[in-house]
């Protein structure tokens, strides 16, 4: 089959579509990536990339067709605002033109915004191809949940954007099964709507260091506990903090954080006006193909979320990454990702936004025998395989995709 990715997210910048992509080719689909200037999550373009040059590239033998838009600068709602808004505009309007192949196939990724939706219908009318739409973040509730809008009234107006996009796709993949029931709210029928999760790509995978690994050297002594993702609003940085300040009197305790975002300069300053200094540590963002090493050096890793509900109905991407790797987890969050960690045995959750809990979970973990913890690991591991593995979901994937093209 020939497929159109569409996503404003795409290499160099690192997002699980990356990974699909490549999986679909390796399933032998003859891919084609619509998608924008590379910005995230600096919100400037990387080296190489002006405003509207290259516009066609290729990664991994995949042609890659890119349309200008406003980088998100410093993340600010404006900004934000631009940014999506100027790739929905510039797809719609370069698409057609730049990507003229018959396809079989449009599938769009929407981690957020939901407005990469509107390249999407403009290209269904014009190619005469379905539309499969990957949902990764519920809009207009993740809005509001981040505190990005506030305005009901603008809020209003994205549900109504929302249910027009939605009610023009053929087939809408959800991330987690808790999503089916607010998108049915909009007036989607159940039939369109199929669960299909996260995978991690297969470079996540148990490893084990060499002694002399030069990231050993950037590890503290004591009980390691990694968070390793996006800082941003959504990830409750706020209880974290709280919970290291309740843990001062535990010296061996650690937290190690992997990552970029929006609230990594706020983190930054925080740690100083707490004296965490010495517990709290930001090593900053690197390449994912160092993440599983870093990993193996974490007593447990952690994840976080805000108390919303929208976010009672996510299943946070990185708990894939974490379950691959075989490491125990400490969820601090509410709903399906507590599920996951629960019925996988893969470790202790807490509710969201409770910082005591978090210390005692960070404690009775760290008091947790190394047999005990390494079963949790196995779990995970062996939870991932059964629900979440790269090859069988694209598999899955490949099968829904051909009936789609029969049905069509």
């Not at 690192?14 to 080719?25: E, H, K, M, Q, S």
């Not at 605002?81 to 929905?88: D, H, P, R, V």
């Not at 045995?345 to 005591?356: F, H, L």
Request: charged fraction near 25%; charge should be positive.
């Amino acid at each position: 089959m020939k497929i159109l990715i569409i996503t404003q997210y795409f290499w160099p910048e690192d997002f699980r579509i990356n990974d699909l992509a490549t999986g679909l080719v390796e399933i032998e689909h003859e891919i084609e990536v619509l998608t924008g200037m590379p910005n995230y999550p600096n919100g400037k373009l990387f080296p190489g990339y002006r405003a509207v040059k290259p516009l066609r590239e290729k990664h991994e033998g995949i042609p890659i067709v890119r349309v200008p838009l406003i980088p998100r600068g410093k993340g600010r709602g404006w900004q934000l605002a631009l940014n999506y808004l100027s790739f929905a505009f510039f797809g719609s309007l370069i698409g057609p033109f730049r990507c003229r192949g018959k396809y079989d196939l449009i599938l769009v990724y929407e981690p957020s915004p939901v407005t990469v939706g509107l390249p999407a219908i403009v290209m269904k009318a014009v190619r005469r191809a379905p539309v499969l739409f990957w949902v990764q973040d519920l809009w207009p509730e993740s809005l509001s949940a981040t505190g990005a809008v506030k305005s009901q009234w603008i809020l209003d107006r994205v549900k109504t954007l929302v249910r027009f996009i939605y009610s023009r796709c053929d087939c809408i993949l959800l991330q987690s099964e808790a999503f089916k029931k607010p998108v049915m709210s909009l007036g989607i029928e159940k039939e369109r709507l199929i669960y299909f999760p996260n995978s991690a790509e297969s470079l996540y995978k148990p490893v084990s260091l060499e002694a002399d690994a030069i990231e050993r050297e950037k590890m503290p002594e004591g009980f390691k506990v990694m968070f390793a993702g996006n800082i941003g609003a959504a990830q409750d940085f706020s209880t974290i903090l709280k919970a290291a300040e309740f843990l001062k009197e535990y010296p061996d305790i650690h937290f190690i954080i992997l990552g970029d975002g929006r609230m990594y300069s706020w983190v930054a300053s925080q740690i100083l006006k707490r004296g965490l200094t010495d517990s709290f540590h930001l090593l900053g963002r690197y390449p994912v193909e160092t993440m599983p090493r870093y990993f193996s050096l974490a007593d447990v890793m952690l994840v976080t979320l805000r108390k919303e509900p929208i976010f009672e109905l996510t299943i946070p991407a990185k708990m894939q990454s974490y379950m691959a790797c075989a490491r125990p987890i400490i969820a601090a969050l509410d709903g399906e990702g507590a599920r996951v960690v629960n019925e996988a045995d893969a470790g202790i959750s807490c509710p969201a936004e409770n910082p005591e809990a978090l210390a005692q979970a960070i404690i009775t973990m760290c008091k947790t025998p190394e047999n005990r913890k390494r079963e949790m690991g196995a779990n995970s591991r062996k939870y991932f395989e059964a629900n979440f593995e790269r090859n069988f979901l694209l598999n899955r994937l490949d099968g829904l995709m051909k009936e789609m093209k029969v049905g069509a």
